[in-house]
């Protein structure tokens, strides 16, 4: 298949769960021809306490269901699966696989003016120490803070986000952080930034917060265009959702963080692939 | 194989995570001559937000597991499994399969003196209806109140059991029960007995609260003694734990939960059952 033809491949997209929509919602805004598709492991969610060699196995499945839609590129929306799973990953696969915290350590470091960076996210991520890592390569003498916040995720999936409690818990793992230098704080999961505007009233206006969602989209239009892989149709994309379990209950959620409501998500075995 | 020799077989107990190990702790007490392999499915834990179909097929994957070890029968530890995947899993294999759901509906059933019940489980759980189901069937006249109370289980797994929040989270969640006039109160769910203590100082004297691992060590028992499979060794019990991910952090907590260390959990890929 030539280029021609592969332009108008969709770019596969995949999360643990539904958090990865909001990095999908910024490709949609940002690159509104790409197509498509994606894939939530609602069976196996939540990531962020799982091992690395389990979320490397759930990884290379999910890739092998999205090379079955012929996807172009493939968009780890997962923290954790970026963190533990993509530099194993990329070397598997013939198409572009990028993750969403190179460009969340690249927008911190462009953001930050003292070089204090905090970051927020699953036990796993903090664990991996990848953020700190990225962070370093681009800005050596950089101090980075990272803290696993793992009630945050159940807190956002079960309705909670604007509920007093959620303040209570973002003081209980965010204190420490608060009381250090950081000038900017990455939001290190893809479910935070349902958090955003408590978190950022939390920290106050010295604290820079950092959403990877933004600069991952970005991320995905230059490697695209430098493929010569840009869907240049000038037709608005189309938009496919596959999840593991509970389709329902994934498109209701869906609809609060897209701008549009989900017509149809359907449910394969991610254990066949 | 004979009676004389299946007698010595262990018996297999399985939850999606740790949370089974109240009803372990409870057989291990009431039976201190069986063997007994747990599977705890960390990989796929929680089960209680995820569909039928999915919990059925994790369920049929733990027994065939379970069936290599060579048990003798197998106790689902798991509220929602008992609730959404017993029926099916139980026609499909030889063994006696016992669930939690029966016990603790016969002990509320005993207990309560006016009828009215109040269940706090998964979503699931509570969506399937199951416990009213069994207990109006035990008492037609009974009324059974029930409750989700989704954030319970991360609260527990996230350490947060004797936190304030969590009777916060207690008195949002159990708020509306605690205003009707129900006298028994099933913990449907393996994981809320770790939050025993702080449930019946909400709900004061006048409620009964019923842990279903009493009973069902009992039903099992039971059904060991009429199979004449009771192992009559003399010795006690020896324990093997498996897990499907993050063996580590499950015999951690297991050491939290158990009268005793436990001193190794391996490892296995359940996608291959």
Not at 214 to 237: F, Q
């Given at each position: ?18 958090g990865g929509l909001t990095v999908a919602r910024e490709i949609m805004r940002q690159l509104p021809e790409e197509n498509v598709v994606y894939f939530g492991d609602t069976a196996r969610v939540p990531y962020g306490s799982k ?199 994934f498109t209701a959620f869906a609809g609060s963080i897209l701008p549009y409501d989900v017509a149809a998500t359907r449910q394969i075995n991610i254990?066949?692939?």
């Amino acid at each position: 298949m030539g280029n021609i033809d592969r332009k108008y491949a969709p770019v596969g997209v995949f999360d643990s769960g539904v958090g990865g929509l909001t990095v999908a919602r910024e490709i949609m805004r940002q690159l509104p021809e790409e197509n498509v598709v994606y894939f939530g492991d609602t069976a196996r969610v939540p990531y962020g306490s799982k091992s690395k060699n389990n979320i490397i196995r759930f990884s290379r499945q999910i890739i092998r269901f999205l090379e079955t839609k012929g996807v172009k590129a493939i968009v780890i929306a997962c923290n954790t699966a970026s963190a533990l799973a993509l530099d194993t990953v990329r070397q598997e696969v013939e198409i572009p696989v990028i993750g969403v915290i190179e460009p969340g350590a690249r927008a911190a470091v462009r953001e930050t003016a003292n070089g204090c960076i905090g970051v927020a996210g699953t036990e796993a991520t903090i664990r991996s120490e990848t953020y700190t890592k990225v962070i370093k390569r681009l800005r050596p003498d950089a101090e980075v803070i990272g803290k696993a916040c793992p009630l945050f995720v159940p807190l956002v999936e079960e309705g909670f986000a604007r509920h007093h409690i959620t303040e209570e818990v973002i003081d209980i793992y965010l204190r420490e952080m608060k009381d250090t230098d950081i000038d900017t704080m990455i939001l290190g999961c893809t479910h935070y930034p349902l958090l955003r505007s408590r978190i950022m009233a939390y920290f106050g206006e010295n604290v820079h917060i950092v959403n990877p969602a933004y600069e991952t989209a970005m991320d995905l239009k230059e490697i695209l265009g430098k493929e010569g892989l840009l869907n240049d149709s000038g037709r608005p994309g189309e938009y496919q959702f596959y999840v593991s379990d509970a389709a329902e209950k994934f498109t209701a959620f869906a609809g609060s963080i897209l701008p549009y409501d989900v017509a149809a998500t359907r449910q394969i075995n991610i254990e066949e692939y």
